[in-house]
């Protein structure tokens, strides 16, 4: 077999670890959210009326941050004509998922993984998917001989949960409650 027929095998199995370990992401926090008592735990944070709308809030600005996400990939990849700083992107995708780090905690400590309404179950899924295929983009890349659908694929897989995220919760929310603070 030519080298030239070896490359895509190879690339798919630099692969492995990062979509593995991101598959046991999905997994673990799925098992916890399903295996731990809730909690009911709440933190008040300045500025916010309660746990929930700091919540809605924090997951509204990670939602918009995806956005600029996208934008400055496609800008990175040469498909808008406008170049965007690749430290754009870098910073918008750190603030983006450090914004839901103290949301999902309360979300699986207080609550869990629920499943008794739809909305709430892809909610709980999405969540747990998220953190799986964000680890897996993380470790897929500084390999540079995976394949080059990788970090579009991931990318948008983590930008498509992330939507649904906010759909299935702050969306939710204003609609059901309100642009409460
Ligand atoms: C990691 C797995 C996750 C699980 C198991 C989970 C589970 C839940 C559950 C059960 C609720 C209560 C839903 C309700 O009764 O209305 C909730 C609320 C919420 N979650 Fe999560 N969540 C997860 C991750 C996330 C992430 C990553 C975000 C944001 C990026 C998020 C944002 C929210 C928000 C804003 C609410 C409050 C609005 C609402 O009640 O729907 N969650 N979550």
Known sequence: MT???QRPVRGLTTLLVPLLTGGLVVLALGVYGRAHTPTGFAVGVAGFSAALPMKVWLTTGAFVLAFVQVVSALSMWG???IDIPAGVHRWSGRIAF?????VAFH???ALGLQYDVPRVLAHSLLGCFFY???TAKMLALPKRDAPGWTL????GLAFTALVGLW??????FFTAIGFKV
């Open 3 to 5: 080298a030239i027929h």
């Open 79 to 81: 498909k808008l004509g």
């Open 98 to 102: 450090l914004l839901t780090i103290p």
């Open 107 to 109: 979300c699986l400590y």
């Open 132 to 134: 799986g295929v964000f």
């Open 152 to 155: 579009p694929v991931l990318g």
């Open 167 to 172: 759909l299935t919760s702050s969306f939710w």
